[in-house]
């Protein structure tokens, strides 16, 4: 059922509740008050039913069926039409997903057009509901809380944006390579989220330059005034966010090259030691092979060999190997080898 | 053939079809009515006709001849001269090629120039021609179709760099090396792709400022922010595909560095590892090595080597051996060598 | 205690010291004159009975009482309701403090709520009970007064601020790695102060925009336009600092590169020095290895060796060897190895 | 000799070439119409004639006797002063130079001074006297057809860095390291392009505002807007090639990285080959040293080795060599060292 | 002595050189024209003097006393006053030194006040005295000739920063490591530059918006103008000089990294000359351990050796000795090890 709710206000206080789209057209013609319909969805018919009796420009009638995709306010004679663009924040995939309301808004009737679960028009009807002095101003009223429900619903999607900054924050320092990726697809959402609420500022522009032209109740303009003071923190904040990103990604690519110095320091040192190690081994094999050279020489077979006769030449060959071994580790040593 | 089209509109209706362009501006002189003629490629000659007749400004018909290569919007009197620069994206080569086309808009004619086959004017054409109450409006009406038009065709562009920038991001994760000159390349088509489109905003600007001036439709002004609308859109997209690549080569470079810190840590463990490596076998050489110093000894040949004989000389030997390769096997054991 | 202070001036003088806000709404009912209350985290009601008694506007009083985050000026009728945002710098951990102060100023009345121990309010009470002429200028006097507060103490913040770049200076250029992080959050704190400062611009701009039509004394003017003077300055350092601050990060980059190279410079050297002295060894290794092939040679057993029964056969050998070991040592030598 | 042309020129005609400036200025005084004179480095006491002559302000004539630096426009009373700078592409040096033109205008003279040989005021003058139409709206036709001539001459400065970037490009991704400093130089080139043709923008602005004013020809606005238009073409590319080298700057320095990556492979797989390569070389020797050890063994020279005496000793002393060495193979295959 | 000089000028002409303020203060009351007073680091006191007696507001005052570090042009009543940031470039350090001048301008008197040493007051009183027509202007004319005089003091500085950046531009190619800290430490002179020059800007448009309604001359205003003009290029040189400094900062960066790649480099063929150095020495150590192996064998004692017996032995073992050392050194050979 595309139609959600179906009222008919006077003065502030709903005073039908149709059944049907014809009834609520019938009773606005023979009874006055303003007309405020919630649909859902609807369809291209319906669209049709509720554009004709309203005479509803069909620029905006094709910007409701096919989407607009970006926030707007567009004045047609007496009747505006507004495009806004609900945010939510998935806190499983770090992503803010972002909807599309459509608002017609002329002299006796206010059309809500949602194609998605947010916001959450009820709970704005409800709050109109419960202060008719703010209804009783008539459709402009359903258009700022509207706009007051959609800008209070940036709130929770600011604080997960920000919540995942300190968090990368934290991965920052602690050296995950990961993080590149979060921070790249965090700006993105950043981004988009700053596409979906700049927008604003200039809507609430266009309100303001046509207060005094449209006769806006001044109490209303304060309201109007409020929930554009929260867009310019919002967008401020967003702007904010895209800042802070843009820093963790020049110091994420310095702790990248600060951590490769350290590595390649690493690898210096192991490299050294590798090399310090070399020569201890070279000494060492140095020491044990000289004694070989001189036993391969008295193994010689030589027919006249004098010390191979002597009594002293053993103890002498085993005496000389000892020494070329002491020389050479002591050159060694004086040369810091070992 | 370079005229492609060339009829007379009276009302919204096409009223005549002449055959040439003089037949074209004697009925037009006669009986009043618009004309609206399309030209391709057309020769200097021709394009001289159109202008002696029509009385465009020399500067105009030189900028049409020679090409603009800005999109822009100049008022000569009563007359418009519009540059309007279309874009076709080129999916095979990933590029955006643009085109020009001039528009002149005067009070009773409408003269368009293509030199390319974008955009598609027969189509422009075709809808208007199936809306009379909008033809009805004139000269003016052929604008603002045109004008829609070339807009539109911009749409398939930006979702062809909207899907490069989607494919570029899967390829920067994934460590593709090529991903630099595609950022590089992307990156400068839509700089090129914001030079055609950012000069549209100032158009628009130029053309509501006019709207009181040149009293024009109200109902066409609609169509025209519509339009407007649609330009803003696409300036954003483009503005944020800039800001997307910036980031993408940003956080590219950091990537590259962190898989050099991978191939550093990879080349450090290997140097560790081949270190480690040389130990090893260094000692197996000692160890093997140590034995051979001993069969050198007792293979000298001196006469008095009492060992020698002995019956205990020859397992003496062996075991000396053996206790020397073990005692260097603990030592290097314990030093962790082995 | 919430009421800090509770006065009643007339023509720039303390006339009464009510004891309850009741007594104060009497007095200034009787009497005239105009009263400034000093509240510290008053309640709930308290906050009512005031925004009751004052007409204060209920969007100012739940920004007042839930805090607004942002210093904003708005004008409610003939009222004002100022937000500011205090600033001390923290010396221990680096950072900046910001609190929180509304100011309500009317016809008659000017009310300051205070959550934090910043601003020192008491001390502006003092200069403008000092200073009667000025506060004959009423309510915005007091208006004057505490902005003028307010902005002397970021004077402080900015040195602070100052203080901490001079010493990251000197961390960049000694290479000390912790200067990321340190780089990182102080540009952080500095956009931080930016949000907290910036906004004041637009705040005086208002201000004097008001100046007129609200018939604003010519001296009081000249006090606003020196403070908004100091503002200027101040987000003209704070922009000074974030590019300061850029600067930083990104020479760091580079010298964090730079020692990079000298490392890699390290590295090569010792590799290269590695290499040089794994020829030297080896050559020594071949040079001493040779004389031992000579050794096994004249080692063999063969019944038929001429030489060895030769007298000569011996020191033929050793001459040998010591030839062979002094070719290959000159070989060596001519080809740089040793 | 400086004086380059001078002349009288009446409804677009030449009616006068006098040979010196007092003969101009007594002609002029005398018969009206304007004069036309160009200056080619002119001596302070001729320049001094002319500022006499046609009462031009001593700033502006400081200013051309100086040379300014900076394209600029000044109303001094009745007349102009317009500098230029135009430009020279310089294909040797990959330079653009800058030359200065200085012109005055006033009601009934325009007098161009140059000090270079660009731009060509020669084709300017045969261009409006070609022109009579033109040339009959006096000394402003002089200033459009300079200042058209001056930015027609910036285009082969626009095509010249062009192409230069082309070149860039290629080379970028041929991986020439020169490419840095050519961008450098390059980039460097621009911002002084941009900083000659910049200023224009605010000059036509200028002009603009002042024709209704002192009542321009509405023609001559249509050609001047002409111009302007052209200005902001090369104004925009100049942008954009400020941006692309910005881009070819960031786009080389990740180039240049991932060269280092492919190095740092080679190196990572060249060590690892060499490890590999050392583990191969000490098998062999291991097992070629193995048979050693047991021929030194059987070599020693004890009375009783039972073993010596056997017929079996030889062959099983080779026997066992063989398999020793065998042994060693195999182990060594397993674990993947040979 | 704090006044410097102190006189009172009359359509332009010196009048009267007062011994003492009080003396200047008698003579204006008494004869009218206009003072103007030179003080240097004056005392509170006659600082004071001067201010009662000229009207000055306190606020100035205030500022004149404590130094406002920020050029500002205030306008109080019918009195101007002006501060200004008179900038000196230290070749020795490479810095920017900024003092601070202020000017007192009313109906009938000119009060500059100085701190430092620059600038060059005694030079702006000369000039004036040598222009009467120029100072019969009044106080304005003072206003202007320090204007330009400061202003002028600035093409120095501009100058030393250019030089600087010129031999930055070479440092940067030669590879020298201390270009990243001068460019640092000079991007910080920059930016102190241009904060001093900057404000300047707002202060001639307020200036310019005062021309008409303070009927300041013609003449005058040119002059003004010409200043301003002079402002504009050096803002402009200093944010050239701002980018010019990052350009060099980026290179700077690749530079480094690609000097970097240059290292690797040589490490890369260094580690491969070393493995390839390697391979040979092995080859070698092979090539003369394989005859020690045979002559191991032949020198083993076993009873049962055919081929000891034999004549054709020995040779037979040396050549099996040369055979497998050539098989070796073929084999090593073709494996391209040798």
Known sequence: ?????????????????????????????????????????????????????????????????????????????????????????????????????????????????????????????????????????????????????????????????????????????????????????????????QRATRPLLDMFGALERGFDKYGVDVELQRYLRDVKDHVIRIVERGEGFRQLLQNALSVHATLVTQRQNEEMQRLSEASVASSEQAKKISSWAAIIFAPTLIAGIYGMNFAFMPELDEPWGYPFALSLMAVFALVLYLVFKQRKWL
């Open 1 to 193: 059922m595309p139609v959600i709710d179906n009222a008919i206000y006077r003065d502030g206080v709903r005073v039908a509740t149709p059944a049907t789209l014809e009834e609520t057209f019938e009773t606005l013609d023979a009874h006055g008050g303003f007309a405020w319909i919630g649909l859902y969805r609807p369809s291209d018919a319906e669209l049709d039913a509720v554009a004709a009796e309203f005479g509803l420009h069909p620029l905006a009638v094709e910007d409701a069926r096919k989407g607009h995709q970006r926030a707007k306010l567009e004045r047609y004679g007496d009747s505006l039409f507004v495009v806004l663009r609900p945010g939510r924040y998935v806190d499983r995939t770090e992503t803010v997903e972002f909807g599309e309301v459509h608002l017609f808004v002329g002299a006796n009737f206010a059309v809500g057009i949602r194609r998605a679960e947010t916001p959450d028009v009820a709970k704005v009807r409800r709050r109109l509901e419960e202060d008719p002095e703010l209804l009783a101003q008539g459709p402009e009223a359903v258009l700022y809380a509207v706009l007051d429900e959609v800008v209070d619903e940036y709130a929770p999607v600011v604080a997960g944006l920000e919540n995942d900054i300190d968090e990368i924050e934290d991965q920052l320092f602690s050296g995950d390579p990961a993080v590149t990726r979060r921070i790249y697809d965090l700006a993105s959402e950043v981004m988009e989220f």
